[in-house]
């Protein structure tokens, strides 16, 4: 349960792209973006600002690496064939229904945390921004590694349960029961909302 949102707090939503949120989700991908869409209309009506992260993974150093499973093509011409397909299917785009404002900090990760290689706490400290409001695809991936990122930097973090989910609904349940309560508050996009009008 939240007890309070930091008055300097912006908005962080992962990965809600066309090709990530296509993919079988534990929990419908419409319903997690429309409450994330609720979540980005009350952000703005406080004055919060807004970033939007998508991932590109290909080629990353990370994706080259000996995995047991890892699903991405590791070879030079694997992957240019995998970023063509990918994007003539608009897998990166953002879904529609978040609207990208031209203000909006666009961030585009490579990875699971969007801090790393990236200038979005740059950005967030100079905006004065102490804390963030989380929710995207997917809970124990892009969630949870800019979460970790987020507290090791000293950031407030309010998660929106039910606007997040994962490919995998027991990945998901330990990101929130085991992960979560440690290094933020979690609550629902409904309280989130109310308390967001409470400081407006």
């Known amino acids: 349960m939240i ?9 962080v939503l992962i990965d809600l792209q066309k090709g990530i949120a296509g993919m079988p989700t534990a929990h419908p991908a419409t319903s997690i973006i429309a409450k ?3 979540l980005l209309k009350a952000c703005r009506a406080a004055g919060f ?11 990353a150093p990370w994706t080259l690496v000996r995995t047991q499973s890892s699903g991405l093509p590791k070879d030079a011409e694997a992957i240019k064939q995998a970023k063509a397909q990918m994007e003539q299917n608009g897998f990166f785009d953002i879904v529609p229904e978040i609207e990208v404002l031209e203000n909006d900090v666009r961030i585009t990760k490579t990875g699971w945390n969007a801090f790393y290689n990236t200038t979005l706490d740059e950005t967030l400290k ?15 991936i892009g969630v949870e590694g800019t979460a970790r990122a987020a507290s090791e ?7 929106a349960e039910d606007a997040m989910t994962d490919l ?25 909302i109310k308390k967001l009008n409470e400081i407006r």
């Open 168 to 192: 995998h609904a027991d990945a998901h349940e330990h990101s929130l029961k085991n992960i979560f309560p440690r290094i933020g508050e979690i609550d629902s996009t409904e309280n989130i």
């Open 49 to 59: 600002p807004v970033v939007v992260v998508n991932v590109y993974p290909l080629g």
């Open 153 to 159: 930097r000293g950031y407030n973090i309010t998660f």
């Open 126 to 140: 100079g905006l004065g921004v102490t804390g963030i409001i989380l929710a995207g695809i997917s809970t124990s």
């Open 36 to 38: 994330s869409a609720d």
């Open 3 to 11: 007890t309070a949102i930091d008055p300097q707090t912006a908005l």
